[in-house]
């Protein structure tokens, strides 16, 4: 069996040329994506996968034999680094875990991401959107609005630091979430990035947010 592996900044990729396997496998071992011949497929921190670039959701008996494909393939795989060592451990039990864990530190679901920012991590310092009165709007029309408190706020970025562990500091952005992180009051707004600079350290994609005019809070350049 012939196996090559890259380094990323965040676990590796992982390509099996002899039987048409490639996956790509977090610092912790939990695998990111995997392609079985002409199938792809992604797996979400919130637990689902999903198939294709049309990121169709699988139920969950096909996530099941999903993971049993890839546990078995990666059993298979000699241990020839610590990723792959990390990823031979875990069982089907550490990944509802970590949905669960994903869920406690996302009650409100992120339900939308910039094609761009589909790799950033994300701090929720507010859940929902104040406009609500978007009639196409899928996503945040029927929910409350919610500024976190500054404690709770505090508490969100401990949990998403133990959720994503290593990668906080190789992470490229963070999202601001969820629906418009301008609509904050300048000091909250300060608040969080002060703390994202203190936790993430330089982020080469920066911080990105949805904006929504209006419902932003007004700003000065001071
Ligand atoms: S501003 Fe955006 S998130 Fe808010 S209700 Fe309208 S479309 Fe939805």
Redesign the pocket.
Known sequence: MSIKIRHLVDGCKLEDVGRGITARINGLGYWCSFRVGQHFYRHCMDGSVVLGAGATPLLKEQMITVHECYFCWINSVPPQDEIVVKSHSLSMADYDRLAKRYGAVYPEEVAILPPDRYGDIVIAPAIG?P????T??A???NKPYKVLSEAALVEHFADVGRLYCGKMHSACGVFLGL??AMALSQRRLVFCLDEICKRFGALKKGVAT?A?PD?SAKRTDG
């Open positions: 959107c406009n609500r009165k978007c196409f709007c996503f945040y029309r629906a418009n949805f929504d419902f």
